[in-house]
């Protein structure tokens, strides 16, 4: 099947919070939360879904947020949490990310900001532009501070990233940083890569296999048993459910098992029970 690789309009996705929250959101942007999420590491980023949550699903705050993305489907992927017989999407964004591909509001109305630029950005823009200008642009008949040297600088910026500016202020992340990329590769200097989380990612097919292997409808010609990571994370929900191994092999023997060899024995057998037992625990939450 055929997939356009970007989402032109944005993806519409949610976000409930508090009005505090909801204030400092409109105002500045996301920041990321920290938390296991019932998993065995640490994990980063903003929680977004495609259906607006109430608290039956974990959410809290009396404000409901509306967030477009814009992302390509592939950037969105990796974020992605898929758990089987969830009636709704979820992905955890790291902020960084977010806050500069996104336009929020409250949802039904209210209103719609972008994240403004952040102090560093603005301060690499002048002290680039006070390196570049002078050997890329003309700027001989004009003084540094002059309205003509100001009305050089923003024409330049407008053209380069596609609508009139008035002020370096009026730019969004994304397109402060294409000046500030566009400027370091002239005069020469290093281009550090977007920061990456902490820990590494699990390879493509490794990550596929661990958010889908057991689902319905998918299917694979490569059995991948059960890695030590996988089996600490079902001892960890055992745990907190309270139960002894004794008694997650009764259930896994019991007609209510997610899986009918009774024993984990696959990746695609784990996930099932880990699944099942996630559900189990937001029930007791």
Not at 170 to 183: G, H, S, V
Not at 206 to 234: F, K, W
Not at 251 to 269: A, C, D
Request: cysteine-free; charged content about 25%; glycine content about 10%.
């Amino acid at each position: 099947m055929s997939v356009s690789p970007k989402l032109s309009k944005g993806l519409k996705l949610y976000h409930r919070t508090t009005a505090a929250g909801a204030q400092a959101i409109l105002a500045d942007g996301f920041r990321d939360g920290t938390g296991t999420y019932l998993t065995d590491r640490e994990w980063s980023g903003v929680w977004l879904s495609n259906n607006p949550l109430d608290e039956n699903e974990g959410t809290k705050g009396p404000v409901l947020l509306e967030v477009s993305v814009k992302a390509t489907h592939r950037e969105m992927a990796q974020f992605e949490w898929i758990e089987e017989g969830k009636p709704y999407r979820e992905w955890l964004i790291p902020a960084t990310f977010l806050n500069s591909r996104m336009v929020v509001k409250v949802a039904g109305g209210g209103m719609s900001v972008s994240p403004k630029l952040s102090k560093g950005q603005l301060q690499a823009l002048h002290s680039l532009f006070h390196l570049y200008a002078p050997r890329f642009l003309d700027t001989t008949d004009s003084g540094a501070g002059s309205d003509a040297a100001r009305g050089a600088r923003l024409t330049w910026a407008s053209g380069i990233i596609g609508h009139e500016l008035s002020s370096f202020n009026d730019l969004q992340p994304d397109e402060a940083a294409q000046l500030i990329e566009t400027m370091k590769k002239a005069l020469g200097q290093e281009i550090k890569p977007a920061r990456r989380a902490r820990e590494r990612r699990p390879g493509r097919d490794l990550a596929r296999a661990y958010g889908t292997a057991g689902r319905r409808g998918e299917s694979s010609n490569e059995i991948q048993m059960v890695d030590g990571p996988t089996s600490e994370l079902l001892d960890r929900l055992r745990e907190q459910l309270g139960w002894t191994r004794e008694r997650l092999d009764a259930f896994l023997k019991s007609k209510h098992s997610p899986i009918r060899s009774g024993v984990v024995r696959t990746l695609g057998e784990a996930n099932r029970v880990i699944w099942a037992m996630r559900q189990m625990l937001r029930r007791a939450a």
